[in-house]
Nanobody
Framework: VQLVESGGGLVQAGGSLRLSCAASGFPFDRYAIGWFRQAPGKEREGVSCIGSSNNTYYGDSVKGRFTISMDNDKNTVTVYLQMSSLRPEDTAVYYC???????????????????WGQGTQVTVSS
């Protein structure tokens, strides 16, 4: 299983970024992909997730500002996190993760996810 994030960077408050997570190496029948973030000195928190059933979840702090979507092709699932109206408190390392043991509905709890990407830094300046 391979998860590769991209799209992080530095942006001013109010700006937008789109993160991508390219997931491969597992059967594309029932799975969920989640986005998590971890700021310095804080716990890793669930931001958003999407399941192969197409259910989605958003954390309260990002509802209305972030949108998750997914593209499938033959060998890769790509999950996007469109982040708008960014705030300095959104600054963190963002990770994508895969849950391959469930029924295709996503759950924001971290313990469901067994496979993790390397993370991508998002910095929002005020």
């Amino acid at each position: 299983v391979q998860l590769v994030e991209s799209g992080g960077g530095l942006v001013q408050a109010g700006g937008s970024l789109r993160l991508s997570c390219a997931a491969s190496g597992f059967p594309f029948d029932r799975y969920a992909i989640g986005w998590f973030r971890q700021a310095p000195g804080k716990e890793r928190e669930g931001v958003s997730c999407i399941g192969s059933s197409n259910n989605t979840y958003y954390g309260d702090s990002v509802k209305g500002r972030f949108t998750i979507s997914m593209d499938n092709d033959k060998n890769t699932v790509t999950v996007y996190l469109q982040m708008s109206s960014l705030r300095p408190e959104d600054t963190a390392v963002y990770y994508c993760a895969a849950d391959l043991a469930g029924w295709g509905t996503c759950n924001p709890a971290r313990h469901w996810y067994d496979y993790w990407g390397q993370g991508t830094q998002v910095t929002v300046s005020s």
